[in-house]
């Protein structure tokens, strides 16, 4: 029964998350918080890996949770099992609307109709990906404690190193260094503090 939850759980986000791996971080923060598969942290440790590994990062994420909730639920083979199924739910929808519309994009390519549509797309796929990048910025440098009291504190060391990569990678001469060696250098300094 996971294994279908998972699929569907996927899918679902494979369906609406339009404009790519950051536009899904709002679908999953919802799916963590009604699923309990992963937690707030979880999800920011799992979009440092996805984004410093090989692969679209939606896929990557899929995967990893897949694999980790397949694992509590059937063992290592539920874990391939977990991921194989995450992964086929979040890619269904998108080759299926590809496969739909393809025949029928290049008769209608010159639509006014289609072009408003992918024009309306854009701003709903910026104000995803807006919100996912602020949502995840917040977690990582401020941590929210009690609804009530509304009392928060900043994570001065992770604060200290997100704004000296900035400064790095703007005004000084390592802004030639391609951003890889920005990425490693942040996950060694932050592995290093454990940030």
Not at 29 to 45: E, H, N, S, Y
Not at 147 to 169: D, G, R, Y
Request: a positive charge; one cysteine or more.
């Amino acid at each position: 029964m996971i294994f279908l939850q998972l699929f569907f759980e996927f899918a679902r986000v494979g369906l609406f998350a339009v404009g790519g791996g950051l536009a899904t971080i709002p679908f999953l923060q919802d799916m963590g918080a009604r699923t309990g598969w992963f937690t707030d942290v979880d999800l920011t440790t799992m979009i440092a890996v996805s984004e410093s590994t090989p692969g679209p990062m939606g896929v990557n994420m899929a995967t990893y949770v897949g694999f980790q909730t397949g694992s509590l639920a059937g063992g290592p083979l539920g874990g391939a099992a977990g991921a194989v199924l995450a992964t086929l739910g979040l890619i269904t929808p998108s080759i299926i609307i590809i496969i739909a519309i393809a025949g029928f994009l290049q008769k209608f390519r010159q639509s006014k109709t289609v072009d408003a549509v992918f024009q309306g797309l854009r701003p709903a796929s910026t104000a995803l990906i807006a919100a996912a990048g602020l949502s995840v910025a917040l977690s990582v440098l401020f941590t929210f404690q009690g609804a009530e009291s509304c009392v928060f504190s900043v994570h001065w060391p992770a604060l200290i190193l997100a704004v000296a990569v900035f400064v790095c990678m703007r005004y000084t001469p390592l802004k030639k260094l391609h951003p890889v060696a920005f990425i490693a250098a942040a996950a060694v300094i932050g592995a290093v503090l454990q940030l």
